[in-house]
């Protein structure tokens, strides 16, 4: 074998070409790149939606503006277009599998869900539920194969019905409420933790006496949280959506009410258990495109411009004919020779005449209120 078809790297002898090397390095430095900016990213979509969500009295004093929650939702879904392009989960690998570094990722979907779901925009608040109950399903699914969570919050989030037992029902509450509340402190705790050691408590990474496993258990302790509170915004948005969809069949909000038949369907529901239709719905929202795809060609377009251009065209030979017929209608097309320059001196003369009355009434410098008249 020839002696260049060997190389050292980093202290060990591989069977690759110098080029190869070159390549895989170039490679490396490419997906470094676009780790570095989707962290980079993923870092401002957090903080903001910390600031508009996470934070109850900033929420309660001001709620979002749509226009922010629609930029912050084009954010998100540009970080899970990426994070799907560069495959950083595999339906395969377990919990112990992931990264650290990559494990945040796993809270864009229910991001996305709890900013769609925040929707103020009436109009559309019906598809946003719809969007979100897809989102928050798809993170409960990924938590569940990765065994991220309590049991008993994956139940609740795949029955059809609330239970009917006053009793269990708040039984179920109660122990539920137990959970976020430890799971609040802990987070709080950990983030106070890290703004003491790094400085923000929103900068991802380990650093000082902020450990990796501390980080390790901050991201859990997010997703567990996020799936204690999947259950009731699934049925809190269930319960919203009947409404809206009276309010839609009587003309949209601020419509007068009319009489409607009762909708007998079922409400829009995703079933967990189809994870391979639930994957698909949350890729195509993911990558839908933002802005209204074009309806035409360019040579469509292009026909259609000349088209209106023909019209427009024609309707300014019509006005001027029009314009020309009646003014020689009106001196009888010349026939009264000197006509039309008698009357424009006739309107000329009344004009200068008006202007010297109001010369006259208006001597120069009357209407100067500083003067010295005195």
């Not at 539920?129 to 194969?145: E, G, I, K, N, P």
């Not at 009646?326 to 003369?349: S, T, V």
């Amino acid at each position: 074998m020839a002696a260049d078809e060997f190389d050292e790297v980093g202290g060990h002898q591989a069977a690759y070409g110098k080029d190869d090397v070159t390549d895989m390095n170039n490679v490396q430095v490419a997906c470094d790149s676009d780790e570095r900016s989707l962290s980079s990213r993923f870092y401002r979509a957090f903080r903001h939606y910390s600031r508009l969500l996470r934070d109850s009295d900033a929420s309660e004093i001001a709620p979002p503006e749509q226009k922010e929650l629609e930029e912050l939702i084009q954010q998100l879904k540009e970080i899970g277009a990426h994070v799907m392009q560069l495959r950083l989960f595999s339906p395969n690998e377990e919990l112990v599998d992931i990264s650290t570094t990559d494990l945040k990722y796993l809270m864009v979907p229910y991001m996305l869900a709890e900013v769609v779901a925040a929707s103020r925009d009436m109009e559309k608040r019906l598809e946003s539920l719809r969007q979100a109950l897809v989102f928050w399903r798809a993170f409960a699914a990924d938590c569940q194969r990765l065994r991220v969570g309590h049991q008993d919050d994956y139940v609740a989030i795949d029955r059809e019905q609330e239970p009917t037992d006053p009793a269990s029902k708040r039984e179920e509450k109660i122990a539920r409420y137990k959970r976020c509340k430890e799971l609040d402190e802990k987070v709080a705790y950990l983030f106070s933790k890290k703004r003491e050691d790094l400085g923000d408590e929103y900068l991802w990474g380990a650093g000082s006496s902020f450990d990796e496993d501390m980080e390790r258990d901050l991201i859990l302790m997010l997703l567990r949280r996020a799936v204690a509170s999947v259950p009731e915004n699934i049925t809190s948005a269930q319960q919203e959506m009947p409404l809206l969809e009276m309010m839609m069949a009587r003309g949209g909000p601020g419509a007068e009410p009319v009489e409607v038949r009762e909708v007998r369907e079922k409400p829009y529901m995703v079933r967990i258990q189809d994870r391979s239709e639930l994957q698909r719905l949350y890729r195509e929202m993911v990558f839908r495109c933002p802005h209204p795809l074009a309806t035409m060609s360019i040579e469509e377009a292009a026909d259609l411009e000349i088209q209106e251009m023909r019209e427009k065209e024609a309707e300014r030979m019509v006005r001027e004919a029009e314009e020309r017929a009646k003014d020689a209608d009106r001196w009888w097309d010349g026939d009264r020779y000197g006509a039309k320059e008698e009357w424009e001196d006739e309107q000329r003369l009344y004009k200068d005449r008006d202007f010297d009355e109001f010369k006259d009434e208006h001597p120069w410098g009357s209407g100067n209120k500083m003067a010295n008249i005195g």
